[in-house]
């Protein structure tokens, strides 16, 4: 490939990078507020300008086309924010991106992979069921008007799995062919069309999967099969997915098995955190570290993952972990500066590390304020 053209941005915040962290951590009301500014920016700035929220902003090309998988995702912590402040615009923000979600949707119920303006254009089973979350919070918040988006997205699901509980039939084209325990995050789509919708099966279904997943679960808790590219080093944007899904499914069904290994897991990531908050991101079957770069995106989903298991377990160890892995990502935050940045989350620390290099994610930013809501709920534990 050729070498990358950077442009004075990309070089600043590179060598700002290299310098470290900042030494102030600005708090988690005011990141929640800086990453809900930012979600807004990147739905009015999508260059496609449907009223999806951009894929990124990149320090290189700009702003991207919608994309439907984390725009689905978005939707419950869009509405959450809204109702936590009262915003009504907020809403209305929400309600944009369900109505895109539903005027997108093939007519068999499933949703696409990639960006709106990505090919080939076909049906993926992990893109459904974030788009499902998003569904189902809608029908919670909104009402019947997305009660049939969700019940075709749910059954697309539930008739598409394989017998073990995988699935296999709808696999997106952007990744490395494979199975994929990390769809259990996928599972909790189910579960929460489940709550909307009782008595489809559709939990039920939820569960074969995360019970095929714990095929994959080594007795440390690190899974196998666990990654878009590279299963010997899974990122940890993955596990996070994989470890958020056990905990739905235990939510769900209050199985102890489930959350016990949801413990063993936690409890894998918990120690490869350092003491700033610094997690790899890649850990390897070890739980040792496969990269030199921190996802910030799963760092987050990781913290959120670990102040659900404090609040299921009391064991200050996932406390303290969560607390350092969401000051880091917050010290990687502008709560100044220039307003396509502003609140944005990088893909990686550095930059130009191997997630999302040199762009700001919707959904790490996404995941930012999930896991600051959370710690806020928390409070001083």
């Known amino acids: 490939m050729p070498p990358v053209r950077l442009t004075a941005a990309a070089r600043a915040e590179r060598l700002a990078d290299r310098r470290g962290l900042p030494a102030s951590d600005p708090g988690p009301q005011a990141v929640i507020d800086a990453c809900t500014a930012w979600l807004g920016a990147a739905q009015d ?29 978005i939707i ?17 923000r929400a309600r944009r991106m369900l109505d ?13 992979g990639g960006k709106i303006d990505s090919t080939p254009r076909v049906p993926v089973t992990f893109n459904t069921g974030q788009i499902l979350l998003g569904l189902a ?11 049939d988006a969700l019940h075709r997205a749910a059954r697309w699901l539930r008739d598409s799995q394989d017998a073990d509980g995988c699935w296999r039939r709808h696999p997106t084209p952007f ?10 995050h996928v599972a909790w789509g189910l579960f929460e069309a489940d709550r909307a919708a009782p008595g489809h099966g559709y939990g039920a279904a939820g569960l074969r999967q995360v019970d095929w997943a714990l095929t994959r679960q080594q007795p440390n808790g690190w899974f196998a099969s666990n990654c878009l590219d590279e299963p010997l080093k899974p990122l940890s944007h993955t596990i996070g997915y994989v470890l958020r899904g056990l905990l739905e499914a ?15 897991t936690g409890t894998g990531v918990a ?10 991101g890649r850990l390897d079957h070890a739980f040792l570290p496969g990269a030199d770069f921190a996802c910030l995106t799963g760092s987050a989903q990781n913290a959120h993952c670990l102040f659900l298991l404090y609040q ?8 303290d972990a969560a607390r350092r892995l969401n000051g880091f990502v917050r010290r990687t935050v502008a709560i100044d500066g220039p307003a396509h940045v502003r609140g944005g989350v990088k893909g990686a620390f550095p930059v130009d590390g191997d997630y999302g290099a040199w762009a700001y994610l919707n959904w790490a930013a996404k995941f930012c304020i999930d896991a600051n809501l959370l710690e806020l709920e928390v409070g001083d534990a």
């Open 45 to 73: 700035h999508s260059s496609s300008n449907d009223g999806g929220v951009a894929r990124d902003y990149s320090l290189l090309t700009g702003w991207s086309s919608s994309y439907p998988e984390t725009t689905g995702y």
């Open 76 to 92: 419950p912590t869009m509405i959450a924010v809204a109702r936590r402040t009262g915003d009504a615009a907020l809403h209305e």
């Open 100 to 112: 895109w979600c539903v005027a997108i949707q093939f007519p068999a119920g499933g949703f696409q």
């Open 137 to 147: 919070a809608g029908v919670a918040a909104y009402g019947a008007a997305y009660e």
């Open 175 to 184: 990744a490395r062919p494979g199975d994929k325990a990390y769809e259990t």
């Open 250 to 264: 235990q939510r769900f069904s209050a199985r102890a098995d489930l959350l016990d290994a949801a413990v063993r």
């Open 271 to 280: 120690n490869a955190v350092a003491d700033d908050g610094y997690l790899p």
């Open 312 to 319: 299921r377990t009391g064991e200050r160890r996932f406390l």
